[in-house]
Structure formats: C-alpha cells, structure tokens
C-alpha cells in the first residue's frame, strides 16, 4: 500500500505564494507517477501537476503552467507543489496522488488527465486564496 500525507495548506492573499508538501511511503514502484489535483465544491478534479519519479519529468496543467511548479526531494519521499502568483480561482482542496505508471506513463511524463488511473490518494489540504 501507498500513503500520502499532504501539509502546507492555508489562507493567502492573492498573488502570494504557498508551498504544498506530499509525505509518501510505501512500495516506490506503486508510486512512480505522483500528481497533484485540486476540487472544489460541485466540480470534477482537475490535475495540475505531476511528477514521474525515476525521470523527475513533470507535467502542468493549462491553469497553473508558469506560475506552479512540482518536484521532489527523492531521499525524503517528499513531493512539493510551489505555488506562485495564487488567484481567487485557485482556491480548492488540493489532493496528492500515487499510481504505478501503467496506463499513466506517456512517453516519460505522468499523465494528469484523468483522476480516476491514480490509486492512492492523501486526505487533501486547504488552499483559500482572498482579494
């Protein structure tokens, strides 16, 4: 089994700044892809963000492509989502996800299309951005 503890969340004004950790464990292969995905009330996840371990390749979504950035301290099973330039719309639970990289893995990036084909999910955290 896979475990993934998120931290790091809370209230900022709009464009600051925050810093999302995801503390993992468990069997490196199950999680090779680890991605960040963020919900709010009534809509679909949305990925934002991954990272595929063994390359440190990453992937971004349309929404957060040049203002946030993933990577990973790989001794300390530690992956980290650097947010940067944070809008209202970017207020949501922010999830950290692990999966093997069967039927994630495209070329060498970890697919973020689809919340479903991530395995392992941490209990979220918070991000409030205000005006």
């Known amino acids: 089994q896979v475990q993934l503890v998120e931290s790091g969340g809370g209230s900022v004004q709009a464009g600051g700044s925050l810093r999302l950790s995801c503390t993992v464990s468990?069997?490196?292969?199950?999680?090779?892809?680890i991605a960040w995905f963020r919900q709010t009330l009534g809509k679909e996840r949305e990925g934002i963000a991954s990272?595929?371990?063994?390359?440190?390749?990453?992937t971004y979504g349309a929404s957060v492509s040049g203002r946030f950035t993933v990577s990973q301290d790989y001794a300390a099973d530690r992956v980290f989502l650097h947010m940067n330039d944070l809008a209202i719309e970017d207020t949501a639970m922010y999830y950290c996800?692990?999966?093997?990289?069967?039927?994630?893995?495209?070329?060498?990036?970890?697919?973020?299309?689809?919340?479903?084909?991530?395995?392992?999910w941490g209990q979220g955290a918070e991000v409030t951005v205000s005006s």
């Open positions: 468990g069997a490196p292969y199950m999680r090779e892809c």
């Open positions: 996800a692990a999966t093997p990289i069967v039927g994630v893995l495209v070329g060498d990036s970890c697919s973020i299309a689809y919340a479903g084909k991530y395995r392992f």
């Open positions: 990272i595929y371990t063994s390359g440190n390749s990453t």
